[in-house]
């Protein structure tokens, strides 16, 4: 199947009872990169962010739906709409928030990082020089902080942001690096498709952008989804240590490496 549309770019935007925000941030996309398409995944809000999101598609040609029959977390939104948007051919996978957090208008710059001769993967980065934060308690800061740093540490990347979730992938890069085998589901998503675009040898840039906490509803953040991205990132850092250590571990393959040599 091919895509019906001429974009070669889709913006993936997940929703779970975003009613409020969904129209704002699909005007700013919209505004920002008006050949892109864009594809509102949502988890089957009961706030009626779907019907809402039905709306704007009947209206707009480049606005897309995909309705998920259960929340089941952000990773199987973003993995479902992968595989919509490889199926159909788009180049450049957009991923966003829908609280606004995330500036529309730095969507060009992410873009145009990933495009033929540039990196195979963009980060909107909070922690690089010219990025920032705003409104943000020092609690948060020091959590995103410090997650990234033990993803530093235990996992051998240099991404000084890997927990970001508003990135650009080339679509060669999601066909290299063993979708299928994705188990995360909150927070450590971000971190182990960084990782896994680093273990496979690509390029990673990072964007430099001024992150702003949602104006409007709760944030989706728990102590669950960071204690669950702990305990991966510690887990994937022990494989590692593994394989680099043991003369069986250096005979062991990761999920990674064996899809790339399928």
Not at 12 to 18: H, L, Q
Not at 23 to 50: N, Q
Not at 246 to 260: C, E, F, L, M
């Amino acid at each position: 199947m091919t895509k019906e549309h001429g974009s070669a770019t889709v913006i993936v935007i997940p929703t779970y009872n975003e009613r409020d925000n969904l129209d704002t941030i699909v005007d700013r996309v919209r505004r920002a990169v008006p050949r892109a398409d864009v594809l509102i995944v949502d988890d089957s809000s009961p706030d009626g962010t779907g019907e809402l999101a039905d709306a704007r598609a009947a209206i707009d040609s480049q606005v897309h739906v995909l309705h998920r029959t259960e929340k089941t977390g952000l990773g199987d939104a973003y993995l479902a709409a992968f595989a919509w948007a490889l199926a159909r051919e788009y180049a450049i996978v957009v991923e966003m928030d829908a609280d606004g957090s995330h500036p529309a208008d730095r969507l060009p710059a992410l873009i145009s990082a990933v495009r033929p001769g540039g990196a195979d993967l963009s980060i909107g980065s909070r922690w690089v020089a010219g990025g920032s934060v705003v409104d943000w308690p020092w609690l948060r800061r020091v959590i995103s902080r410090g997650g990234n740093l033990y993803a530093q540490i235990f996992l051998g990347v240099r991404t000084k942001d890997s927990t970001a979730g508003f990135r650009a992938f080339r679509a060669g890069t999601l066909h290299s690096i063993g979708l299928e085998n994705v188990a995360s589901h909150g927070y450590c998503f971000q971190i182990d498709l960084t990782r896994r675009v680093h273990d496979r040898g690509l390029l990673i840039a990072e964007v430099p952008i001024e992150f702003r906490e949602r104006e409007v509803g709760q944030s989706k953040m728990s102590s669950t989804i960071v204690f669950e991205a702990m305990g991966r990132v510690t887990l994937w850092g022990l494989q590692r240590l593994w394989v680099r250590l043991t003369p069986r571990g250096r005979g062991w393959k990761s999920d990674v490496a064996i899809r790339a040599n399928d």
